[in-house]
């Protein structure tokens, strides 16, 4: 199944997404593999089409920083303040995450990667279809897949939908770990955090 615009899908991709269906969306910066957080068995289709190390977290999009707590958690001030100022934005804040109900996301770190994108329509489907996954439409060690003919060639019916917007280029996103409020650089990409924020 193809979609060819994500605006006018949101309510047919939020409903595959809440019966487990992993698809290929577009983030605001590539195209994703894509499926609800909330559900292992979509979690773990993902890493068998990605070929990737079982110890490697995925990012995490979520709509609201309010939404943290479905993941056990509780923002304090200072770090609320920080996420504020950081998001919506290309970059990724790794936060702890202990609750071993979520193994399968942290997988054994007790840290997961969250991201509220800077891409409206994608956070429309947010709202509506909870967090979900995101990770590069790739075999883990090759270059990310930019477009859905190419994707669509290489994992077929594995994926159970597409949402094509044409290609799409982008460097990866920042990736900073969020620790006694202080901000630490794990990837440098697009986004510069003002120095004041880092902890050196």
Same mark, same amino acid.
């Given at each position: 199944?193809?979609?060819?615009?994500?605006?006018?899908?949101?309510?047919?991709?939020?409903?595959?997404?809440?019966?487990?269906? !992993?698809?290929?969306?577009?983030?605001?910066?590539?195209?994703?593999?894509?499926?609800?957080?909330?559900?292992?068995?979509?979690?773990? +289709?993902?890493? %068998?089409?990605? &070929?990737?190390?079982?110890?490697?977290?995925?990012?995490?999009?979520?709509?609201?920083?309010?939404?943290?707590?479905?993941?056990?958690?509780?923002?304090?001030?200072?770090?609320?303040?920080?996420? %504020?100022?950081?998001?919506?934005?290309?970059?990724?804040?790794?936060?702890?995450?202990?609750?071993?109900?979520?193994?399968?996301?942290?997988?054994?770190?007790? &840290?997961?990667?969250?991201?509220?994108?800077?891409? %409206?329509?994608?956070? &429309?489907?947010? +709202?509506?279809?909870?967090?979900?996954?995101?990770?590069?439409?790739? !075999?883990?060690?090759?270059?990310?897949?930019?477009?859905?003919?190419?994707? +669509?060639?290489?994992?077929?019916? +594995?994926?159970?939908?597409?949402?094509?917007?044409?290609?799409?280029?982008?460097?990866?996103?920042? !990736? !900073?770990?969020?620790?006694?409020?202080?901000?630490?650089?794990?990837?440098?990409?697009?986004?510069?955090?003002?120095?004041?924020?880092?902890?050196?």
């Amino acid at each position: 199944m193809v979609f060819d615009s994500l605006d006018k899908n949101i309510p047919a991709i939020s409903a595959l997404l809440a019966k487990g269906s !992993v698809g290929v969306i577009p983030s605001d910066t590539l195209y994703g593999f894509s499926c609800s957080a909330l559900n292992k068995a979509s979690v773990e +289709k993902i890493y %068998e089409l990605k &070929q990737r190390e079982s110890t490697k977290p995925f990012i995490i999009l979520i709509d609201s920083i309010s939404r943290l707590i479905d993941f056990g958690i509780v923002a304090n001030t200072t770090e609320n303040n920080i996420l %504020e100022k950081l998001w919506p934005n290309k970059i990724s804040v790794i936060l702890d995450c202990g609750d071993e109900k979520f193994e399968y996301l942290h997988r054994g770190t007790k &840290q997961i990667a969250f991201r509220i994108p800077k891409y %409206e329509e994608l956070l &429309q489907l947010l +709202k509506i279809s909870g967090p979900i996954v995101s990770t590069t439409v790739n !075999v883990s060690g090759d270059e990310p897949i930019n477009n859905i003919a190419r994707a +669509k060639a290489t994992f077929g019916e +594995k994926v159970d939908f597409y949402v094509d917007l044409g290609p799409r280029f982008s460097t990866p996103t920042t !990736v !900073v770990k969020l620790s006694n409020g202080f901000l630490s650089v794990v990837r440098q990409g697009d986004y510069v955090i003002p120095s004041l924020m880092l902890k050196y």
